[in-house]
């Protein structure tokens, strides 16, 4: 992290819906944070707003679509991604964005998830990351790391969570990178440099749920989170995604890890029509 | 085959086939969907024909996928639509709730096969009416229509788009194995764009835009995505700006207009054909592939000196209900047939009830009803 500090003059008002505000989430909730860095991407990628679709699923980062000032969808528990391709496909002009939570896109999602990556759809991925589901109440999911508590793992999590990175860039991710949200100007970048990449990009950004998670995991508070994110995280661009599974002991490795290009679904789609039409003026 | 790619003549084609072309014919221009017996084939033609027209067709992972892909095409402004059986047709189910909710027009047509569970792949059936209208959770209207011919399956899917575009809803073609998959002559003229219906578009400023706020007709114009409007809506309980109302108040407004679009537009929405029933005293109502048997038993009853009639349901949901109650007036006995062990026979028996007999010709899939059965039930009725 940078040690200097920039205040800036910008207003972001204009791409959120400030007649929601207040917004549901807690104090100290990481999904805020994340947004804002959204936000700011949206403008440093001088993308068109209003040619910008966001789509979220079910849960506390669900409720992002309901709070920017953009096309906004608020789909079904794990379906963000599969609305997201039909509005991709249906206008291959948008700039597609699905910005929900681990569970959502891990868990119901999941099966989604690696066949959006597989096809090379044409959209940005922004996954917060909590380690549990916030919105009913901190049951352990498919990311929870192993031992940790939560209301469904009382005795300690017996599961082995996903490494997240690993499994979407198995799957065919074109842009793959983690931040924290401590992370702040580097995950804005990292958003609007997804945004503007052809290609399936997933960033998967992990944030503090003081009311939950962190309670029941010795960090009652946000900041407690945040300073574990300062101990432990490493920036390690173009890391090997295999290796930077998030256990109890080891570091928390950030950074961009992979970046390569491959023919998106539509550009494949674009093939098949003229094929199609070149059979039509045989 | 017209200039557009569009096609334009006279064909022998199964039912499948034929609403893959009803569809293109309507301007449909997405498809997503899964292999599914036996409704792969309309899938099938759609990845032909859809480039050829300068659509898109996607295999998505699953049917939960191919339904939210649906609806998130049809917000570009596309029509759009699935294809499936009773396995996925269950997976819909979910997000044909959503579709629902979001007032979002596509169609998605279930090529019925005997169920329950994974039944008789190959083979007819009639099991999914009630899923039909009741399938997905929560309170709400659908509108379903029930093809009993490949040259039905290429007009009602026309019909569906109308409806769908009309009423902002999703609109469910209910054929069956029978139907996809019989040849036929079907005639395929070339469609009039006044013909089709487009969905209201909004008609004020960007500024003034309300998602969900309804014209006089219960109906909201819908904007399409990209457009500058910068519009949201979810699936939660919503006022007429999109934004969540976690009220008793905004669930009674929401859900009460969801279901009143349809309701009070039933005239315009209902569909049925009738044979022979001025002096009928016994009518055989019956839908899809079983009306066509029908048609046989209530002709041989005719020629054996009996009163019979036929109501053909073409839609079924909203269900012809002020019209069956008119009729029991007249009737001694509605002979029902289906090919499941009684569905639509229960409303068949909510309108008639008082008035006249209801007589349930169950038969539980596989085949169709030898029509020796149903003429057997007339003589009951008459009896």
Request: with cysteine; proline share 6%.
């Given at each position: 992290m940078?040690?200097?500090?920039?205040?800036?003059?910008?207003?972001?008002?204009?791409?959120?819906?400030?007649?929601?505000l207040?917004h549901?989430?807690c104090p100290?909730?990481g999904?805020?944070?994340a947004?804002?860095?959204?936000?700011?991407?949206?403008?440093?990628s001088?993308l068109n707003p209003?040619?910008?679709?966001?789509?979220?699923g079910i849960?506390?980062?669900?409720?992002v679509?309901?709070?920017?000032k953009?096309d906004?969808?608020?789909?079904?528990h794990?379906r963000?991604l599969?609305f997201?391709?039909?509005l991709?496909?249906?206008n291959?002009?948008?700039?597609?964005?699905?910005?929900s939570?681990d569970?959502?896109?891990?868990?119901?999602?999941?099966n989604h998830?690696?066949?959006?990556a597989?096809?090379n759809?044409?959209?940005?991925?922004?996954?917060?990351?909590n380690f549990?589901?916030?919105?009913?109440g901190?049951?352990?999911?498919?990311?929870?790391?192993l031992?940790?508590?939560?209301?469904t793992s009382?005795?300690?999590n017996?599961e082995?969570?996903?490494?997240?990175?690993?499994?979407?860039a198995?799957s065919?991710?074109t842009?793959?990178?983690?931040?924290?949200?401590?992370h702040?100007?580097?995950l804005?970048?990292s958003?609007?440099?997804?945004?503007?990449?052809p290609g399936?990009?997933?960033?998967?950004?992990?944030?503090?749920c003081?009311?939950?998670?962190g309670?029941?995991n010795?960090q009652?508070?946000?900041?407690d989170?945040?300073?574990h994110?300062?101990?432990?995280?490493?920036?390690?661009?173009?890391?090997d995604?295999?290796?930077?599974?998030?256990t109890?002991?080891?570091?928390i490795?950030?950074g961009?890890?992979?970046?390569i290009?491959?023919?998106?679904?539509?550009?494949q789609c674009?093939l098949?029509i003229?094929?199609?039409?070149?059979?039509?003026?045989? | 085959m017209?200039?557009?790619g569009v096609?334009?003549?006279?064909?022998?084609?199964?039912?499948?086939?034929?609403?893959?072309?009803g569809?293109?014919s309507?301007?449909?221009?997405f498809?997503?969907?899964?292999p599914?017996?036996?409704?792969?084939?309309?899938?099938?033609r759609?990845?032909?024909?859809l480039?050829?027209v300068?659509?898109?067709?996607?295999?998505?992972?699953?049917?939960?996928a191919?339904m939210?892909a649906?609806?998130?095409?049809?917000?570009?402004?596309?029509?759009?639509?699935?294809?499936?059986s009773?396995p996925g047709f269950?997976?819909m189910?979910?997000?044909?709730g959503?579709?629902?909710?979001?007032?979002?027009?596509c169609?998605?047509?279930?090529?019925?096969?005997a169920?329950p569970?994974?039944?008789?792949?190959?083979?007819?059936g009639q099991g999914?009416m009630?899923?039909?209208?009741?399938?997905?959770?929560g309170?709400?209207?659908?509108?379903a229509l029930v093809p009993?011919?490949?040259q039905e399956m290429?007009?009602?899917?026309?019909t569906?788009?109308?409806l769908?575009?009309?009423?902002?809803?999703?609109?469910?073609?209910?054929?069956?194995?029978?139907v996809g998959h019989?040849?036929?002559?079907?005639v395929?003229?070339?469609?009039a764009?006044?013909?089709?219906?487009n969905r209201r578009r909004?008609?004020?400023?960007?500024?003034?835009?309300?998602?969900?706020?309804?014209?006089?007709?219960l109906?909201?114009?819908?904007?399409?995505?990209?457009?500058g409007?910068?519009f949201h809506v979810t699936?939660?309980?919503?006022?007429?700006?999109?934004?969540?109302?976690?009220t008793?108040e905004a669930q009674?407004?929401?859900v009460?207009?969801?279901?009143?679009k349809?309701?009070l537009n039933?005239?315009d929405?209902?569909r049925?054909?009738e044979?022979?029933?001025?002096d009928a005293?016994?009518i055989?109502?019956?839908?899809?592939i079983?009306a066509?048997?029908?048609?046989l038993?209530v002709?041989?009853?005719?020629a054996?000196?009996m009163?019979?009639?036929?109501?053909?349901?073409i839609t079924?949901?909203?269900?012809?209900?002020?019209?069956?109650r008119?009729?029991?007036q007249?009737?001694?006995?509605?002979?029902?047939?289906?090919?499941?062990?009684?569905?639509i026979?229960?409303e068949?028996?909510?309108?008639?009830?008082?008035?006249?007999n209801t007589?349930?010709?169950?038969?539980?899939?596989?085949?169709?009803?030898?029509p020796?059965t149903?003429?057997q039930?007339?003589?009951?009725a008459?009896?």
């Amino acid at each position: 992290m940078t040690s200097t500090t920039k205040v800036e003059e910008r207003t972001l008002d204009s791409l959120l819906r400030l007649d929601r505000l207040p917004h549901i989430w807690c104090p100290g909730c990481g999904i805020g944070p994340a947004v804002g860095c959204f936000i700011r991407a949206v403008e440093d990628s001088g993308l068109n707003p209003d040619k910008i679709a966001l789509v979220s699923g079910i849960g506390c980062t669900g409720r992002v679509a309901g709070y920017v000032k953009l096309d906004s969808f608020h789909t079904t528990h794990g379906r963000a991604l599969p609305f997201a391709t039909g509005l991709n496909l249906g206008n291959p002009d948008l700039n597609v964005v699905v910005f929900s939570g681990d569970g959502d896109l891990l868990a119901i999602g999941g099966n989604h998830l690696i066949h959006a990556a597989r096809r090379n759809m044409d959209m940005t991925i922004i996954c917060l990351n909590n380690f549990n589901y916030g919105m009913t109440g901190g049951q352990m999911g498919p990311t929870t790391p192993l031992d940790a508590r939560s209301n469904t793992s009382p005795y300690g999590n017996i599961e082995y969570p996903f490494n997240v990175p690993y499994l979407v860039a198995a799957s065919g991710a074109t842009y793959v990178a983690r931040w924290t949200v401590l992370h702040a100007r580097q995950l804005e970048w990292s958003i609007a440099e997804a945004m503007i990449k052809p290609g399936f990009s997933f960033i998967e950004v992990l944030g503090p749920c003081p009311t939950l998670y962190g309670r029941m995991n010795k960090q009652p508070k946000g900041m407690d989170t945040m300073h574990h994110y300062q101990e432990k995280s490493v920036v390690k661009n173009g890391a090997d995604p295999k290796d930077v599974g998030i256990t109890a002991e080891g570091p928390i490795v950030v950074g961009k890890f992979v970046d390569i290009e491959r023919p998106t679904f539509w550009e494949q789609c674009k093939l098949v029509i003229d094929r199609a039409q070149a059979k039509k003026n045989e | 085959m017209s200039e557009n790619g569009v096609l334009c003549g006279t064909f022998f084609m199964n039912g499948d086939v034929a609403c893959a072309e009803g569809a293109i014919s309507a301007g449909c221009r997405f498809f997503a969907g899964y292999p599914i017996t036996p409704a792969t084939e309309v899938a099938e033609r759609m990845s032909e024909r859809l480039p050829y027209v300068g659509g898109v067709y996607v295999q998505m992972e699953d049917e939960i996928a191919s339904m939210n892909a649906v609806l998130g095409a049809s917000w570009t402004g596309r029509k759009a639509m699935t294809a499936t059986s009773g396995p996925g047709f269950s997976l819909m189910m979910e997000n044909l709730g959503l579709g629902v909710m979001l007032e979002t027009p596509c169609v998605l047509a279930n090529v019925q096969r005997a169920g329950p569970s994974t039944g008789l792949p190959t083979l007819v059936g009639q099991g999914d009416m009630m899923q039909a209208r009741w399938g997905s959770h929560g309170s709400y209207e659908i509108i379903a229509l029930v093809p009993s011919s490949p040259q039905e399956m290429f007009d009602l899917t026309i019909t569906a788009f109308n409806l769908s575009e009309r009423y902002r809803v999703p609109v469910l073609m209910m054929s069956d194995e029978a139907v996809g998959h019989m040849s036929e002559k079907v005639v395929i003229p070339q469609i009039a764009p006044e013909e089709l219906v487009n969905r209201r578009r909004p008609h004020g400023g960007q500024e003034q835009y309300l998602p969900y706020k309804p014209d006089e007709d219960l109906i909201p114009p819908m904007a399409i995505v990209g457009e500058g409007y910068r519009f949201h809506v979810t699936g939660l309980t919503h006022d007429e700006r999109g934004y969540p109302a976690m009220t008793a108040e905004a669930q009674d407004q929401l859900v009460r207009r969801l279901a009143d679009k349809i309701r009070l537009n039933k005239k315009d929405i209902i569909r049925y054909e009738e044979v022979e029933v001025e002096d009928a005293e016994v009518i055989v109502c019956a839908y899809g592939i079983s009306a066509r048997i029908a048609r046989l038993a209530v002709r041989q009853a005719r020629a054996e000196g009996m009163r019979a009639g036929l109501l053909q349901l073409i839609t079924v949901w909203p269900f012809a209900e002020d019209r069956i109650r008119e009729l029991a007036q007249q009737v001694k006995a509605f002979v029902v047939p289906e090919i499941n062990y009684g569905q639509i026979v229960l409303e068949v028996e909510r309108c008639a009830a008082g008035k006249a007999n209801t007589l349930l010709v169950a038969h539980m899939g596989g085949s169709v009803h030898d029509p020796q059965t149903i003429l057997q039930a007339i003589k009951e009725a008459v009896r």
